[in-house]
């Protein structure tokens, strides 16, 4: 299983964002895809997943900000962050879940400040 997030980077409170996470290894389209996040010196936090079907789960304070989706053909997660916050600022690691391991990606940085 391979995991490699893209499309991190540094942005004024108030912009937006897009990660990408090229999975393979497995089953894409069969699997959950999550995003996850961690502040220095905090744990890492659930962001939001994307099931089978479409539907989508997120953590209170990236509703209606943050949308995840997924590309079953490209075997690609997506996760769109707009009116990013500096709090949102942390590296976010993309994650799947098989039977009773966990994968993650290597993780990228994301920087809202002024």
């Known amino acids: 299983v391979q995991l490699v997030e893209s499309g991190g980077g540094s942005v004024q409170p108030g912009g937006s964002l897009r990660l990408s996470c090229a999975a393979s290894?497995?089953?894409?389209?069969?699997?959950?895809m999550g995003w996850y996040r961690q502040a220095p010196g905090k744990q890492r936090d659930f962001v939001a997943r994307?099931?089978?079907?479409?539907?989508?789960a997120y953590r209170d304070s990236v509703k209606n900000r943050f949308s995840i989706s997924r590309d079953n053909a490209k075997n690609t997660a997506y996760l769109e962050m707009n009116s990013l916050k500096p709090e949102d600022t942390a590296v976010y690691y993309c994650?799947?879940?098989?039977?009773?391991?966990?994968?993650w990606g290597q993780g990228i940085q994301v920087t809202v400040s002024s």
């Open positions: 994650n799947v879940a098989i039977w009773s391991n966990n994968y």
């Open positions: 290894g497995f089953t894409f389209s069969n699997y959950p």
């Open positions: 994307v099931y089978r079907d479409g539907t989508t």
